[in-house]
């Protein structure tokens, strides 16, 4: 038994500033997202996502890239993701949380983001939506299977593109980065309490993944089966 949950951010409901502010960074003033994607890229991307097209249509490029970052196979929800029931889980044993960044951080990776690349992404999303699905299920039997370096040649592969350089910074400060700066804060946790760390699965591989980075500072980190 642990006494906390440590978890990449969300920990608590945004403030009714900090909502405001998210949805000032996600929106354009004028509905030009039918013109930057073509009207049948819009059409299509709405049917996937089920946004209402009205409001869809004021999205910035960078806020649709958030929607489709993970093509979820059929019959799968975010709201049952491990991170969601743990919290849960947590909140309703009283257990105390603790999040390694705000909700800005990493949307911070996607604001950066020059839209050419964003729209040629979606436009290959649009296009590929069973192929992703297919490639997701793929990956989520190797997680499974301890299939480490399978899961990350799925994930990488799914960025679109030809400038493979660009994306591989881009991942590299998505991934690698943030677990530096996690760094900073882990320590400090697991110094007051035991602690349960949950984040996405391809900050834990790696040579600066959070498993190494952890062993690194002296911390014995070994897997468990069940």
């Known amino acids: 038994s642990v006494e906390s949950l440590v978890v990449e951010t969300g920990t608590e409901p945004p403030s009714q500033q900090e909502a405001a502010k998210l949805l000032g960074l996600m929106l354009n003033k004028n509905p030009i997202l039918p013109e930057q994607l073509g009207q049948d890229t819009f059409m299509k991307l709405a049917e996937l996502t089920g946004v209402e097209e009205l409001m869809l249509a004021y999205y910035k490029p960078w806020s649709v890239l958030t929607l489709i970052a993970y093509a979820e196979p059929d019959g799968y929800s975010p709201q049952y993701g491990i991170d969601f029931l743990l919290m849960a889980r947590a909140r309703s044993e009283g257990r105390k949380m603790y999040s390694l960044e705000n909700p800005f951080d990493a949307l911070e990776l996607f604001i950066s983001l020059p839209d050419d690349k964003i729209i040629e992404t979606i436009h290959y999303y649009v296009d590929n939506i069973e192929t992703l699905k297919a490639e997701n299920v793929e990956l989520l039997k190797h997680y499974h299977a301890n299939h480490v370096s399978e899961v990350i040649k799925v994930d990488y592969s799914q960025y679109a593109g030809d400038d493979e350089d660009f994306w591989m910074d881009w991942i590299y ?23 349960l760390i949950a984040v996405g699965a391809l900050h834990l591989f790696g040579d600066a993944g959070l498993i190494e980075l952890l062993r690194a500072e002296g911390y014995t980190v070994s897997p468990v089966y069940r």
């Open 173 to 195: 400060r998505l991934q690698d980065e943030r677990n530096l700066k996690w760094m900073q804060e882990l320590p400090v946790i697991l110094k007051k309490n035991s602690a």
